[in-house]
């Protein structure tokens, strides 16, 4: 009987060992997981080439951050651009700043790159929403990204056809900007 004792308690041992050697994850914090994810994507990005195996690490370790309760701005923005990165997964990406929007809903950078990804996937209309959004939160921040934001939404008022509002943006853009802007007709035919 001692003897089927000691076999019952050895194997529920090693089966809780198992357990936890596989499951480490359940006692690793969401700030971990974010550091991690930090240290990955700051070394994938040194250079001018990126890092695919550190930018898929990133990848993994921010999204465990979220899913461990994670909220930081860094880790929305830092995730965002991993998938940008890497092989342009703008599907993700947009994924990534709707989470960052619900989070951070005042926050014009965010706008800005969920519309970039839009744009990218040839979802105008809604890029366009996006724009409009982020133009109307930067112009109370300091935000560098706002001629680019300008120029794009009139580069989609041109793709939809409103052509005055396209020649509006295009010239508030070019006051914005110390180089001439190409036109709207040559910048579109990257989106076909």
């Given at each position: 009987m001692k003897k089927n004792l000691f076999k019952i308690f050895g194997l529920l041992t090693i089966l809780i060992l198992l357990f936890i050697i596989y499951k480490t994850d359940l006692f690793i914090s969401g700030q971990t997981y974010f550091e991690r994810g930090k240290n990955s994507f700051l070394t994938a990005v040194e250079d001018d080439s990126f890092d695919h195996k550190k930018l898929e690490d990133a990848i993994l370790n921010f999204e465990m951050a979220i899913?461990?309760?994670?909220?930081e701005r860094e880790l929305f923005d830092k995730l965002g651009s991993s998938y940008s990165l890497l092989n342009g997964d703008h599907y993700n990406a947009e994924r990534i700043y709707d989470k960052a929007i619900i989070n951070y809903p005042?926050?014009?950078?965010?706008?800005?790159?969920?519309?970039?990804?839009?744009?990218?996937?040839?979802?105008?209309?809604?890029?366009?929403?996006?724009?409009?959004?982020?133009?109307?939160?930067?112009?109370t921040q300091k935000a560098d990204f706002l001629k680019e934001a300008i120029y794009n939404r009139g580069a989609i008022s041109y793709k939809l056809g409103d052509f005055l509002k396209a020649e509006k943006d295009w010239k508030l853009a070019q006051i914005k900007t110390d180089y001439k802007l190409r036109t709207y007709q040559d910048y579109i035919q990257l989106w076909k």
């Amino acid at each position: 009987m001692k003897k089927n004792l000691f076999k019952i308690f050895g194997l529920l041992t090693i089966l809780i060992l198992l357990f936890i050697i596989y499951k480490t994850d359940l006692f690793i914090s969401g700030q971990t997981y974010f550091e991690r994810g930090k240290n990955s994507f700051l070394t994938a990005v040194e250079d001018d080439s990126f890092d695919h195996k550190k930018l898929e690490d990133a990848i993994l370790n921010f999204e465990m951050a979220i899913k461990k309760g994670n909220k930081e701005r860094e880790l929305f923005d830092k995730l965002g651009s991993s998938y940008s990165l890497l092989n342009g997964d703008h599907y993700n990406a947009e994924r990534i700043y709707d989470k960052a929007i619900i989070n951070y809903p005042n926050d014009a950078e965010f706008y800005f790159f969920r519309a970039n990804c839009k744009k990218e996937q040839k979802k105008f209309k809604s890029a366009f929403l996006d724009y409009e959004k982020c133009i109307n939160l930067a112009q109370t921040q300091k935000a560098d990204f706002l001629k680019e934001a300008i120029y794009n939404r009139g580069a989609i008022s041109y793709k939809l056809g409103d052509f005055l509002k396209a020649e509006k943006d295009w010239k508030l853009a070019q006051i914005k900007t110390d180089y001439k802007l190409r036109t709207y007709q040559d910048y579109i035919q990257l989106w076909k």
